[in-house]
């Protein structure tokens, strides 16, 4: 195991570039299963929930080659079965994006209940009503699922709530289904349209990504081609507060601005200067930034992903803030660990009320999931003093090289082996 050790009190200051979309790259890989022949992706972010995914593929059967470090080749031409492995697939949360892409290229899937990060319960019956509006029949036995048809054929389905991950497993398994497949109330983040423009390109029929109806027209087939991954709005924003929050200056660069619209606007409210350019945008903060409400909401709205690195921001803020967590029940967790830099934080159920404090105080702590995890680091960033932060693993599924970006605009931070004993037993 290894730990971040980090020397806080010093401004982020430079310009970085960012990664490929870790939440479009995951759904993008297994929709490469619907495609007859080789299909090239670029733009791959280097973390490991990539290496899970790309793995469990080559177990199917699918043969893998690296171009570069940021360049796959797939060639799916060859899978051997459609039934995915369980150890694997616990790693990750969106291995559940495995039940649409074979569903959709065989008529039959057998996947297991997905891993991923504890942020309160996650089902996924919005999944599975959409596989059955197709006619799909779906057995669950022993913790997995199977998914069969004699064909499918597209259905009408309105979701009962916005679901990222339904609306891509149903448009994976729709655009191969007979007849046109109509989803409504679709959730409308950037991946979801990154995923629709993928398959598009390899010759699916895919309309209104990006809005909350999606229309889909099946095709016979897909034919391979060349995709490029569209930057991580998530990690962009990470970078973003990160800056705010150690009072900075940095150039965020191969960004697509208007992803980051919320963000923008929430760092202006509280008194940071944020510029916008073409593919880049520039995130100053010279004093002690204002309170401030947030809401998560689904895109367009301030996103839950981010939520604890706001409210990490938001701990030394001049005045009392109120974040309410409106997407995942069991997001607060990290609050005990800023506790301990001294936060003055009180959470009730889904609100968090914020008494800012002058400055946070390094010490130990651990990552709880991928975004508290980058919070972690953001506070020890912004304290007076060192901080160790331990649970690695989570930060490593969907940050590439956190520490080298973040050494490079002036972070002293490094990574060490850790000896003391884990106190997860898997990551996930």
């Not at 679709?186 to 990006?210: T, Y």
């Not at 009320?353 to 506070?379: F, N, Q, T, W, Y």
């Amino acid at each position: 195991m290894e730990k971040l050790i980090i020397k806080g009190g010093k401004p982020l200051n430079g310009s970085i570039s960012i990664s490929g979309a870790k939440n479009a790259v995951v759904a993008i890989i297994p929709a490469a299963l619907l495609i007859e022949g080789k299909c090239v992706i670029e733009n791959v972010p280097c973390i490991d929930d990539v290496s899970v995914i790309t793995d469990i593929l080559s177990q199917l059967g699918a043969k893998i080659r690296l171009i570069n470090k940021h360049t796959i080749e797939i060639d799916s031409t060859n899978i051997e079965t459609c039934k995915a492995d369980h150890t694997m697939v616990s790693k990750m949360r969106a291995s559940y994006y495995l039940m649409g892409a074979l569903l959709g290229r065989f008529n039959h899937a057998l996947v297991s209940m997905p891993g991923g990060c504890d942020l309160g319960p996650r089902p996924v019956d919005q999944h599975l009503k959409g596989f059955r509006a197709l006619g799909a029949k779906i057995d669950d036995d022993n913790g997995y699922y199977e998914l069969t048809a004699d064909e499918l054929v597209g259905g009408h389905i309105f979701f009962d709530i916005v679901s990222v991950g339904a609306t891509i497993n149903v448009m994976l398994a729709a655009v191969k289904a007979h007849g046109i497949t109509i989803i409504e109330n679709a959730a409308k983040e950037p991946h979801i349209v990154d995923v629709a423009n993928f398959l598009n390109s390899m010759g699916a029929n895919i309309k209104g990504a990006g809005t909350d109806v999606i229309k889909i027209k099946g095709v016979d087939c897909l034919k391979g081609g060349t995709y490029s991954v569209t930057p991580d709005y998530v990690e962009a924003g990470t970078y973003m507060l990160m800056t705010a929050g150690t009072g900075g200056n940095v150039l965020i660069k191969d960004v697509i601005p208007k992803h980051l619209e919320s963000i923008t606007a929430k760092l202006k409210e509280i008194g940071a200067t944020v510029n916008e350019y073409d593919d880049s945008i520039q995130v100053i903060s010279t004093k002690r930034l204002a309170p401030a409400r947030v809401k998560t909401l689904p895109y367009p709205g301030f996103p839950t992903d981010l939520q604890p690195l706001i409210t990490t921001l938001l701990s030394v803020s001049n005045g009392t803030s109120i974040v309410t967590e409106a997407v995942w029940e069991s997001r607060f967790r990290y609050v005990d660990e800023l506790r301990r830099m001294g936060a003055n934080i009180t959470v009730e159920k889904s609100v968090a009320v914020i008494e800012g404090i002058e400055e946070l105080s390094g010490c130990p702590v651990k990552s709880h999931d991928l975004r508290a995890g980058a919070a972690m680091v953001m506070a020890g960033l912004m304290a007076n003093g060192t901080t160790e932060v331990t649970e690695l693993q989570y930060i490593d599924r969907g940050y590439e090289d956190l520490e080298g970006k973040l050494t490079s605009l002036g972070a002293d931070i490094r990574r060490i082996e850790d000896k003391t004993p884990s106190t997860t037993s898997k990551a996930n």
